[in-house]
């Protein structure tokens, strides 16, 4: 199915939203999904700085939910980026906000974010492209490039059946089957010689694609907060859930077609006297979850095609520049963030930061407005955990003691069994209470996310 877009027209981007239950056509198979104004993928919102921002949105779910606006630099109060919001089967609410006039072009995205059914809400489908067109886009190469959105992401056949059980919130759900843009393998056609734009969004709740195009290079240019400093060469590309990342791919490289592929990763690792209170984990051995996340095979799977035919463009190029990334002060303060989970009394498996579940009505970080910070994420666990800070990016400084190469702004990054990362964010702008968390939104929903408050 071709996206629907809705875009700002004179400084205003105003839409309608409704979260319903719906079906999906995947390989001539029907499935239940949930979906905004009944489309997978959702309506791909596009502004750009200083547009106003109003959507009327509906919730025609049998349950809860509410909009949080992944990435996006705006307040996280009132009706703007609140996911404190709830928005009551049947109900309604109505977002508004401005994007700020020097905001970063980027992909950013919507999905739901009402505490305790986030995971389910996204396994079922929410979840949609939030665009701004701005600085990157105007450069030239990139401007000439043909422009491919790639959003990934797994269903299963019903996901109402996928297992709630122990070990699968633990590992996080998964769907069995990967889409692109809601289909099975599509393929694109670009003509030779062109430079083709690859906007990658995961938009799953648990699982990682480890992206490559068969054994070809490709080139960098945009993290979650925008563009990088220069185009950075690359051969494989890593994305947790939440993350997104643009690259640019040569088309003069004589070859006929190249496949997108997903190739094996496991994402936790079992070992002993690692779970706060030994339990039966240890007993499954040690070594690397091979089979985590539902993948059985050891090979790579082939995600989408590119090929290459029709009339021929020339003289296209990678641009030398990007734009400049700024490097942050030194912090006021640092701050530990230690990652495990641990058995509760009543509870089963709980998902913890610094020994402590999430409670909404708990602040767990109070930083003062303007200020720069060091947070060193430490995961003691052994399941792999992306982290996402709210409202503003962040830069990662090192990980596991070695400084990070290039600077770029995110507001996810994966923090492996067993690492340390290292990142440096300004509070910047907007007073009041955000969220940080892991973005394996089963974890989330475990308890795995806290509170900052910034002060003015
Ligand atoms: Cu993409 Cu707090 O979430
Ligand atoms: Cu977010
Ligand atoms: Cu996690």
Redesign the pocket.
Known sequence: MAQAVERSADGLLQVRLEAAASQLNVAGQEIPIFTYNGQFPPPRLEASPGDRVRIEFHNRLDEPTNL?F?GLHIPPTGNADN?FLEVAPGGSQRYEFTIPEDHPAGTF?Y?P?YHGWVAHQVLAGLGGLFVIRGDLDEIQEVQQATEQFVILKDFATDFRDVSGGHMAMMAGREGEFVTVNGEIRPSWRVPNGELLRLRFVNTSNARFYNLALDDRPFYLIATDGGAIAQPRELSELLLSP?ERADVLVRGDEGAASVNLVNRPYSRGRMGGGMMGNGGGMGRMGRGRMGRMGGRESDEAEVLATISYDGDPVSGRSLPRQLRPVDTLPEPSQTRRFVFNHGMARGQGMVFLINGKTFDGDRTDVQVQLGQVEDWEIVNEGMFDHPF?L?TNPFQVMSRNGQPERDRAWKDVVLVKAGETVRLRTRFQDFPGRT?Y?C?ILDH?DQGMMGIVEMQA
């Open positions: 949080h992944h996911t995205f999905h974010h939440g996402h709210h969220m968390h973005h989330e």
